[in-house]
């Protein structure tokens, strides 16, 4: 029964119902494919037009007016015509952002009061708790706010690479890339843990033969194949088991020159159980696997305990 503002989905069914109905990926696919001339022209022409809106505030004003709704008709779609939920306006959306932001905020775990209780599993289950839906209209609002996310790394994208975004949630990185920088020729792999929010980006994709959606499993700390141009990692390593595995992935996938795009918040730890203790524990050795293998092209990396900003790591 649909409740509207009790939406409490049974995330690993949905999930596993997905699996059956998506295309299998196709190797090599790229971006750019059948655009011509005209088209890359028409994508560069696009991008420069959402640019200068966005760097003149005016798309934010467009957005906060209700002027500008593609986005909601996109996550309208998914909510409606994907979950089977009951149709909804942009009002809506606003209370329900409300309503589910407050059931997130009354969440507790019990492997968070009791450290000998943390998993692999269990920090999976709470990340697929039917609670936390309020991620979705977060992170889906957020994202159209700032629909140039990749912009600022864009330079390290080299033409026709092959680029990963992991830990993607809703994809912020790869939609910008596939909707806005067509031109540039990209194969495209978001990888995350198999949630709410992958399954909303793996929907997104689902027509973009270019874009694979790769889910990584529980313990699983190298689920990428093949060889990469450009690793992001962004708002990600604080909800990680084991960040220094995780780099070493990185080190191992990434092309000689590569790039890797990433932040590293300080963080205490998610009385939510979706912050990891280990990630506040592994910090400094992980920073300094960074520091150690790779030349820090953009931003300022440091184990001095302070946060860091996305930033931009090159491979030695």
């Not at 690479?161 to 990185?173: L, Q, S």
């Not at 912050?275 to 790779?294: I, M, Q």
């Amino acid at each position: 029964m649909n409740h509207y503002d009790d939406f409490r989905p049974d995330v690993a069914q949905m999930l596993k119902e997905q699996d059956a109905k998506l295309r299998p990926p196709t190797p090599g696919a790229r971006s750019g494919a059948g655009l011509g001339p005209v088209g890359r022209l028409a994508s560069r022409a696009r991008l420069y037009g959402l640019g200068a809106l966005v760097k003149s505030g005016l798309h934010r004003r467009l957005m906060y007016a209700n002027l500008r709704l593609r986005w909601f008709l996109e996550f309208q779609r998914y909510w409606v015509g994907e979950l089977g939920n009951r149709p909804i306006q942009p009002h809506d959306f606003y209370f329900l952002h409300g309503v589910y932001r407050q059931r997130l905020q009354d969440m507790r775990f019990d492997h968070m009061s009791d450290p000998t209780l943390a998993s692999d599993d269990k920090h999976l289950e709470s990340w697929r708790d039917s609670r936390v839906v309020y991620h979705l209209f977060a992170h889906a609002y957020r994202q159209a706010l700032s629909p140039l996310r990749a912009h600022p790394f864009t330079k390290f994208v080299p033409r026709g690479g092959r680029v990963v975004e992991y830990g993607c949630g809703t994809a912020p990185i790869l939609t910008a890339l596939a909707r806005h920088y067509r031109h540039l020729d990209l194969e495209c792999v978001g990888a995350d843990i198999p949630h709410l929010l992958f399954h909303y980006a793996r929907w997104k994709f689902r027509a973009d033969d270019f874009v694979t959606m790769v889910p990584i499993e529980p313990n699983n700390d190298a689920p990428l194949q093949g060889r990469y141009d450009t690793v992001f990692c962004l708002e990600v390593f604080e909800h990680l088991p084991r960040p220094l595995a995780t780099l070493e992935h990185f080190y191992r996938v990434l092309k000689p020159g590569g790039h890797l795009v990433f932040d590293y918040i300080h963080s205490d730890g998610s009385p939510l159980g979706l912050d990891t203790a280990a990630a506040l524990r592994d910090r400094p050795a992980a920073l300094r696997f960074v520091l150690e293998h790779f030349d820090i092209v953009q931003g300022r990396v440091s184990t001095d305990g302070s946060n860091v900003e996305p930033s931009v790591a090159r491979m030695r």
